[in-house]
């Protein structure tokens, strides 16, 4: 060994020198790679393999294989993200992630429902965490509105969660 290089220098550097080649990873070993970290949708998983596909493999029929294996699922992707998202922004914004992300149609209506239901109470909290304290005066109400907004909650639940927090004397 030459002096003052690590045994991993040997494997790991010059191409000429001692290198030791990684295998190929298959396309599909990747996708059920990147599936085990977390859900993915169909397009979002679609993008991402598409920059190692060789010429002749077929994105398209591994996800379809995936799909009917059950290792893919738009619903649990859309699950998935509402939870990771519900509980810091609010409808618009967690709708519009889901379309960006190819969600629509049966899947972004089943959601959309779910989501309406506590609206306002997430909007309560999301303005607990932030602020605390009720707004002294037209400015500050209007500042702690339009953080919600930006949050993506709606009017109808920005005005509901200012009058609860306001009932609820905080």
Same mark, same amino acid.
């Given at each position: 060994?030459?002096?003052?290089?690590? $045994?991993?220098? +040997?494997?790991?550097?010059? $191409? /000429?020198?001692?290198? !030791?080649?990684?295998?190929?990873?298959?396309?599909?070993? #990747?996708?059920?790679? @990147?599936?085990?970290? #977390?859900?993915?949708?169909? %397009?979002? +998983?679609?993008?991402?393999?598409?920059? @190692?596909?060789?010429? /002749?493999?077929? !994105?398209?029929?591994? +996800?379809?294989?995936?799909? %009917?294996?059950?290792? +893919?699922?738009?619903?649990?992707?859309?699950? &998935?993200?509402?939870?990771? #998202?519900?509980?810091?922004?609010?409808?618009?914004?967690?709708?519009?992630?889901?379309?960006?992300?190819?969600?629509?149609?049966?899947?972004?209506? /089943?959601?959309?429902?779910?989501?309406?239901?506590?609206?306002?109470?997430?909007?309560?909290?999301?303005?607990?965490?932030?602020?605390?304290?009720? $707004? &002294?005066?037209?400015?500050?109400?209007?500042?702690?509105? #339009?953080?919600?907004?930006?949050?993506?909650? &709606?009017?109808? %639940?920005?005005?509901?969660?200012?009058?609860?927090?306001?009932? %609820?004397?905080?």
């Amino acid at each position: 060994m030459e002096q003052g290089r690590s $045994p991993l220098f +040997l494997l790991s550097g010059n $191409p /000429g020198q001692n290198a !030791v080649q990684k295998p190929a990873v298959s396309l599909k070993a #990747r996708a059920l790679r @990147y599936l085990s970290a #977390r859900e993915h949708s169909r %397009a979002e +998983l679609a993008k991402k393999l598409a920059r @190692y596909a060789q010429e /002749g493999e077929d !994105v398209d029929a591994l +996800l379809a294989e995936l799909e %009917a294996a059950k290792f +893919l699922s738009e619903e649990r992707f859309a699950e &998935s993200l509402v939870h990771r #998202r519900a509980t810091r922004f609010g409808n618009s914004r967690i709708l519009r992630e889901l379309q960006q992300h190819g969600i629509d149609g049966d899947a972004l209506a /089943g959601v959309r429902v779910g989501l309406d239901q506590d609206e306002a109470a997430r909007a309560v909290e999301v303005w607990r965490k932030k602020f605390d304290r009720l $707004p &002294s005066d037209a400015t500050e109400r209007a500042k702690q509105m #339009r953080f919600l907004q930006q949050r993506g909650f &709606s009017h109808r %639940a920005i005005q509901a969660a200012l009058r609860a927090v306001a009932d %609820a004397g905080e």
